[in-house]
């Protein structure tokens, strides 16, 4: 069982930057990939980033790239999302989940657990 918790969120003007924390408790946060989802009211929840289990793989969205950092620390069982840059269309609930392995990252279906979300709002 691995119970995610994220935080970081919260309300920035457009062009300023936010980093967003998944805790992850449990022994085996080394033993997943770690993603993060958002979701905007009325859309569907949409992937935004991935980082395989010791960080040696990472993807993002198109809508994200070069703006948006993933990383982990094994140690601290965290996932991290830096955001830059922000826009207002990146206002959504960001969630984390863990998944075995990398591949088809972009299927919420296929994570095996997910965190309550955290609210970021940008605002123009």
């Known amino acids: 069982q691995v119970q995610l918790v994220e935080s970081g969120g919260g309300w920035v003007q457009a062009g300023g930057s936010l980093r967003l924390s998944c805790a992850a408790s449990?022994?085996?946060?080394?033993?997943?990939?770690m993603g993060w989802f958002r979701q905007a009211p009325g859309k569907e929840r949409e992937f935004v980033s991935i980082?395989?289990?010791?960080?040696?793989?990472?993807y993002y969205s198109d809508s994200v790239k070069g703006r948006f950092t993933i990383s982990r620390d094994n140690v601290k069982k965290t996932a991290y999302l830096q955001m830059n840059s922000l826009k207002p269309e990146d206002t959504a609930v960001y969630y984390c989940?863990?998944?075995?392995?990398?591949?088809?990252?972009?299927?919420?279906?296929?994570?095996?657990?997910w965190g309550q979300g955290t609210q970021v709002t940008v605002s123009s």
């Open positions: 980082i395989s289990r010791f960080g040696g793989n990472t």
């Open positions: 989940a863990s998944k075995s392995g990398t591949t088809a990252y972009t299927t919420t279906t296929l994570y095996d657990y």
């Open positions: 449990g022994r085996t946060f080394s033993t997943y990939a």
